[in-house]
Each structure stands twice: as C-alpha cells, then as structure tokens.
C-alpha cells in the first residue's frame, strides 16, 4: 500500500470515528451497540493502517540511510541514536 493510500483511509476512518463521537455526545454510553461495534472496527482498520505507515517509513528510512551513507560519507549508526 502506498502513502497516498494510507492517508486516505486514515482521513476517512478518522472522519467515520469523528461521526460517530459526535452523533454518541462523546459518549460510550450513549452508543448502540451498533455504533460500538462499527467504533472498534474502525479502529482496528486504524490500527492496521498505522502499521502499513509504520512499515512504510521504515523502508523509507533504511532508503535514507543509504543515501545519506554511501554519498555523504556519514558513518554512523542511526539504529542505535533512535533506540536511546
């Protein structure tokens, strides 16, 4: 999936929880059972599209890493700056 792809649904799932907090009053209590059920659907779509994201930018990162690496001469290890 690409980044395009991803924030797309990330915008529509995000506008679909939006709809549904707003027609609840913010309220989990005041949800149907349908409307929880379509709430923690959305969010496990959430979830997935956080983790193509995820993915993504670690791809891109190791991209980066190269680049910056091979042209630019830097010899240092990035993995263990963003464990710290």
């Known amino acids: 999936m690409n980044i395009n792809e991803i924030e797309k649904n990330i915008k529509r799932i995000n506008k679909e929880i939006e709809e ?40 891109l990162e190791s991209i980066a890493n190269y680049w910056v690496i091979k042209y630019l001469k830097i010899d240092f290890d990035l993995e263990k700056e963003s464990d710290e």
């Open 20 to 59: 549904i907090y707003w027609l609840s009053g913010g309220s989990e209590e005041l949800m149907t059972p349908q409307m929880k059920k379509r709430y923690a659907y959305l969010m496990l779509e959430m979830l997935e599209n956080i983790y193509y994201l995820y993915d993504y930018l670690e791809l």
